[in-house]
């Protein structure tokens, strides 16, 4: 049989914050979104507090009003890739196989291995000893199982940390099932549990046990899958290389209202910018390019406006030159005087692998080649000097709309200049 082991790490980003600020251990911690306009994170106890995920950090503090202290800090998007890069490392040594599944969780497949019950607990003692994070690990015939026993080790707040539903009796197992919501099941959104629930199929043993035929009928094959791997049959696979992903976007809401052409054209090569490099990173190509802007919806004093727009490319690039000049012509198009600009974003759509392109009978080779080249070039050079080393004229240099982050700690890993220093 296998042996699935989900890792999880417990309240990622504000356990990533906790580690080298000892002082907010055993404290409330939130992590807010971009422009610190929402919780992102909760630690334990800010979540004892009732702090719901995605409400808005200004209702949180009239809410509490000072009684309950909390330390919020803005998002801390390089300290957490680096502290997830450590983890998965570290997780890789324990099995043969690994399906990173997010920033903060993976798939190890432990099948064949002697004790996978011993290993999940050598997982769960050396992750915060090596790293400082705290981890749970749930074990299973099957990811579905594993990501459920997953949930139930941190629901278990005086378990070990570690829930092994693999060498559960089929009667155990059920008795288990029975107790947990259908919505509560990995890939059962809230509107496919609320017609489950309507229909009479409210647990998850009650899915278990539900007709496959029934289920691919009145919902789709995967959720008839998501019924068998309940019943311990694997349907998904550990994925040892992940997919490429079919689109790449980048958008973030501005630290000022922005009304200019200029100014937003700044962001929108800025944005570009970012998502090529992680075109190049997957060695695609992008055939076609979305461009949107908006206002801020939630200032009803102010005119609205939203639009949005995609552009196809004569042919495919990872140029960002080429995906950059297309995307400030759809913004020419797009853009309106007299709004107040709230957030803009890009996409960058059609991927296909570099190299497999369709011939331009038109088309200028070497020019194509030299800029693959200057591309490679500056992706050295902001890999080895940091990103933003080497941009485009376009993007803007001081860039006042960048997004607020007020409260950001350190780059206490990925900066020369912010390391943690410790004092004897």
Known sequence: ??????????????????????????????????????????????????????????????????????????????????????????????????????????????????????????????????????????????????????????????????????????????RRLAEIPVGDIWGVGPRIAARLTALGVTTALALKQADSAWLRTHFSVVLARTALELRGVPCLDVEDVTPDKQQIQCSRSFGMPVTTFETLGEAVTTYVARAAEKLRAQQSEAGMVSVMIRTNLFRSDEPQYSNSLVLPLREPAADTRRLARTARHGLRRLYRPGFRYAKAGVALLALSPAGERQGDLFGDPGRRDRGERLMAVMDRINRSYGRGTLVLGGAGLNKPWAMRQSIRSPHYTTRWDELAVVRC
Request: hydrophobic share 45%; net charge negative.
């Open 1 to 174: 049989m296998a042996i699935l082991a989900l890792v999880d790490c417990n309240s990622f980003y504000a356990s990533c914050e906790q580690v080298f600020r000892p002082d907010l251990l055993g404290r409330a911690v939130v992590v807010l979104s971009n422009n610190d306009g929402c919780v992102v994170a909760r630690s334990r106890e800010a979540k004892a507090l009732g702090i719901a995920m995605g409400e808005p950090w200004f209702q949180v503090r009239l809410r509490l009003d000072g009684a309950r202290p909390v330390s919020a800090l803005s998002s801390n998007y390089a300290l957490y890739a680096d502290m997830s890069n450590r983890v998965m490392r570290l997780l890789a040594r324990f099995a043969p196989r690994q399906e990173v599944y997010s920033i903060d969780e993976c798939f190890l497949d432990l099948t064949g291995l002697a004790d996978p019950s011993a290993i999940a607990h050598g997982i769960r003692a050396t992750v915060p000893r090596w790293t400082g994070l705290p981890v749970c690990v749930g074990l299973g015939p099957t990811k579905t199982l594993a990501k459920l026993a997953n949930r139930l080790a941190k629901q278990d707040a005086d378990g070990d940390g570690v829930c092994d539903l693999a060498t559960l009796s089929e009667v155990d197992l059920d």
